[in-house]
């Protein structure tokens, strides 16, 4: 099993930042992905980021592109998603998550991912 657990979400003004984090414990490996997702109120979760354990290698969604940063940190079994120049559409709650041990794709689909996270509120204000 593996445990997901978020931090970092808050209000901040639109044009601000925030810095998520998310712990990964339990049964860690760096062969996986692991995603950001969101789900703002009345809307389906959708994709946001994703980052291969392994090597590095990201991917995002269109609307995120130059504004938000994946990252990972191996030693403290960390992943951030750093989130700039915030608009009111970025308000939900974000979710990480992992895929199954083997799984290296950048995925994008909810489907291919195993564990979430219990998620981060990011309200945006106007």
Do not use: H
Not at 55 to 79: L, Q
Not at 102 to 121: F, I, K, M, S, V
Request: hydrophobic fraction near 35%.
């Amino acid at each position: 099993q593996v445990q997901l657990v978020e931090s970092g979400g808050g209000l901040v003004q639109a044009g601000g930042s925030l810095r998520l984090s998310c712990l990964v414990s339990g049964r860690t490996s760096s062969d996986r992905a692991m995603g950001w997702f969101r789900q703002a109120p009345g809307k389906e979760r959708e994709f946001v980021a994703v980052i291969s354990w392994f090597g590095g290698s990201t991917n995002y969604t269109d609307s995120v592109k130059g504004r938000f940063t994946v990252s990972r940190d191996v030693v403290v079994n960390t992943v951030y998603l750093r989130l700039n120049s915030l608009k009111p559409e970025d308000t939900a709650t974000y979710y990480c998550a992992a895929t199954k041990v083997g799984d290296r794709r950048l995925d994008t689909a909810l489907r291919e991912y195993d564990y979430w996270g219990q998620g981060t509120q990011v309200t945006v204000s106007s």
